[in-house]
């Protein structure tokens, strides 16, 4: 189909062209008090195809790519309407792709009834500790994509992806525990650090308003950089003047202990890939080195405003055009096996609430503690209730005390070990 549709535009006569292919197919199992209740299973299929005339762009989609003329004409209509975009220049050229393995057979035979199994066993660890699964989601998704163009690229993908979102409840105590990966998820490992973490929740306790030193864990951390961090280095946002890093390539912008890496071709990880949605070739991208701002991430768009080469970081659906994205955000370890043991009187962030709240622009945010624990002399004493951490990102991403030398899994594509930072406001009640 993919070249009949080529052969039409072709006919057609256009500057250039490009055709986004998208085969979505994915079961879900959701369960509800304690029990799988619902199961479901889809597949969605269509095209996104763009073409330039005249230097317009004119851009259209369909999920049934059976009509892929009509589809097509409609982009043509489109581009006669439209203004010349005098930033557009071209699409993508032919590149050689990295060798890099993109999905695993292990999770591609990991079926529904796997998934069941695996629900039933979180369920079974859990249960029997008297804890309730008032509510949980598996999902797992295998994704084909193709993407061509008129200036000689083709690139065909294979992703393949599972997923799981689960809340439990203990008494008053709720927490709730998110993890994917491109390998069959395991239960027992997730259970056990589950039950481990609702246990601490027992003994609650609260601490006045001050500035003290705060352990963030590494999800507590990506909810603030994926809400902050990742809008600033987006180049779309930098042209715009949207960012607070713009003006700042090359300059120390945190910690020197600090270096972030997108990499894009370190197998294993979640979105992992030869080339991104427009075919341009992946690559490791250093973005903070040292501490020292390296590279914004860019699309082929935003790349060819600057005259530079794109760094492969376009994502899109079969409905829109590519927008800009991290694939995988890692940082540096450190050298401490437990951050934890250097606290002398603070506190341990494990999770926080309302991270959508921050200024994306500013960094500054105010979030509550939904999880987290205040620490004396390197030992946990109590968990925290009606707490609150505020400050700005960049700022706090300048005050590293320590960094741990583990790197855990974030379920957002962020590998990340535990920082201690020296001073952060704490608010309690």
């Known amino acids: 189909m993919i070249e009949k549709i080529r052969s039409y535009l072709k006919s057609k006569n256009m500057d250039q062209f490009e055709v986004f292919y998208n085969k979505s197919n994915n079961f879900d199992l959701e369960v509800a008090s304690n029990k799988i209740d619902q199961a479901s299973e889809g597949l969605t299929e269509g095209i996104f195809v763009r073409v330039l005339k005249d230097k317009k762009l004119g851009a ?74 008032p509510r949980a989601f598996y999902t797992k998704t295998i994704e084909e994509t193709r993407v061509i163009n ?33 390998f069959p998820l395991e239960p027992d490992y997730k259970a056990k650090e589950a039950l481990d973490r609702i246990n601490s929740l027992r003994n609650m306790g609260k601490i006045g308003t001050q500035t003290l030193p705060v352990i963030l864990h590494p999800d507590a951390l990506s909810r603030l950089l994926e809400h902050s961090f990742t809008f600033s280095i987006n180049a779309e ?38 080339g991104d949605d427009e075919g341009t070739p992946s690559k490791v991208i250093k973005i903070v080195e040292d501490g020292i701002l390296k590279s914004f991430i860019h699309s082929s768009y935003t790349a060819n405003k600057e005259g530079i080469k794109s760094t492969g970081n376009a994502f899109r659906g079969i409905q829109s055009i590519p927008a800009i994205s991290t694939t995988n955000l890692i940082f540096s370890k450190g050298d401490k096996d437990n951050p934890i043991k250097e606290l002398k009187k603070g506190i341990y962030v494990r999770e926080v609430l309302g991270a959508h709240t921050m200024n ?10 939904l999880e987290g624990h205040y620490v004396e002399n390197g030992e946990i004493k109590h968990a925290l209730k009606d707490t609150m951490i505020a400050g700005n990102l960049l700022e706090l991403l300048n005050n590293v005390n320590c960094i741990g030398k583990k790197i855990y899994n974030c379920s957002n594509a962020m590998y990340l070990p535990e920082i201690l930072f020296n001073k952060v406001k704490v608010i309690g009640q």
Do not use: W
């Open 60 to 133: 259209a989609s369909t999920l049934n790519i059976k009509n892929y003329k009509k589809c097509v004409d409609t982009a043509i209509k489109i581009a006669k309407i439209n203004e010349i975009d005098k930033d557009f220049k071209s699409f993508p050229t032919k590149e050689k792709y990295s060798k890099v393995r993109e999905c695993y057979k292990s999770l591609i035979d990991f079926d529904i009834e796997n998934a069941r199994d695996y629900l039933n066993r979180m369920m079974e660890l859990t249960v029997k500790n008297e804890i309730t699964v």
């Open 150 to 182: 008129s200036e000689g690229v083709d690139l065909e993908r294979k992703n393949v992806i599972n997923s799981a979102d689960l809340e439990l409840l203990e008494g008053k105590n709720t927490i709730s525990i998110d993890d994917a990966s491109v």
């Open 237 to 274: 946002n930098v042209q715009k003047h949207k960012s607070i890093l713009s003006g700042k390539l090359n300059k120390k912008i945190m910690d020197k202990r600090i270096t972030i890496e997108d990499a894009a071709l370190k197998e294993g990880l979640i979105n992992t890939r030869r």
């Open 360 to 369: 994306a622009i500013t960094g500054d945010f105010s979030v509550g503690v």
